[in-house]
């Protein structure tokens, strides 16, 4: 399997990136996203949109991590999480990952995902493999 940003992975010295606990499934995953679906962060992890974040992570876990591109396993977490890091951020938190949420089926030839339920809020890491364009698989956009 060839991940997306596997280069930038190898660079910084990240093994088992994405870890081997991760698995592939079909389901349906909530993401934050802008209404325009062409956006360039729409599917990008935060370890592009702004590399510098990366000096913020303490550990090789969550570096790996930030390559990976946040979901929600449950729409109502994904809206409560929303509004809980709107607070936080002083509404900031809008302008890097949108303000709507998208509806998207994923598929075992899409990538790979943590444990959908191993966090409360059911939040979980999706390492995209190359050549995929997970744009094609929303099916509904909503505000937020």
Known sequence: MSFKYAEKIVDLGLEDCPPSTYKSSTFLAFRYIFEDL???NNFLPIGIIAPARLNEFKNHVQKCQAFGLSFFADKEMARANYHNLMKKTAGKFSKIVGDHLASLTLNPNDGLHSNLFQ????????????????SKEVIKIESL
């Not at 966090?119 to 997970?134: M, R």
């Open 38 to 40: 062409e956006h360039a």
């Open 119 to 134: 966090n409360l809020n059911t939040h979980f890491t999706f390492h995209e493999l190359n050549e995929v364009d997970l």
